[in-house]
């Protein structure tokens, strides 16, 4: 009997030691055919030209090339995102910012929000459409990113007049003219990986993840002294922001903030305990 395609990927995923073989071989199988990922089985056959596709989609694979970046989409909190090279893969941690801003935009009321490093609009986007009644503003310096992100707005549905995207970069002193400031919150989700240790990064991230995305300079927290500052400007007087982090950088970030006159209000953990969302307020945390 001849071997399924479903299964031969299966075969050839795990003997490159993918995690989620059967999960990947389905989801990679269904790209390539134009299916949903719930209809591959033993019994799913492929067109000629479809298993061309899959073909070279293995072959990324094997290369270790992220698998959202070869099918062209991630689930990231309630929704789907498009993503490609030039954006940073959203990652699960990240939901942990964007769960702690929902409670917070539900608790104040709040209305307008800017993400500094939009990348995929994954943060603010997921925001936008969990309250219709919020307006926002994303910034990335990369031209391209900012294309990915605009392709996420229309498929999400989100219109012009909710989501403004901008071309700029914090580092810019005309990040401090913007003409929706001040925001009754900030998201970042900055790079914070320091130089020296990009190269030891796994190869799925350092070799496929835009570098300006993970490069936070010498010490790691370069764009969080910008923020920082920039946020004094940015944010209204009740104001909140809220940043990710890396692993051990939580108590220099809060430091930076706080010397900045922001409150630190609390640091949340990510799935692995690892303190990764800080919550900052322009006043007294309530």
Known sequence: MTESVYQATIKKLIAANIVSPRLEARLL??????????????????????????????????????LDKIIGHKAFYKYDFIVNENVLSPRPDTEILVEAAAEIIKKHHLHSVLDLGLGSGCILFSLLKDFPNLYGVGIDKSVAALHVAEQNRLALDISEERARLFNADWFDDDIMNLDDAPFDLIVSNPPYIPSSDIENLDSEVKNFDPKAALDGGQDGLSSYRRIAEASLRLLKDDGFLLTECGIFQAHDISKIFTAAGLKHCQTLPDLSGIERCIIFRKKDCN
């Open 29 to 66: 199988i269904a790209a390539a055919a134009g299916v949903d990922a719930d209809t591959v089985n033993d019994e799913t056959r492929l067109t000629q030209s479809a298993a061309t596709v899959l073909e070279q989609m293995i072959e990324e694979r094997l290369n270790h090339k992220p």
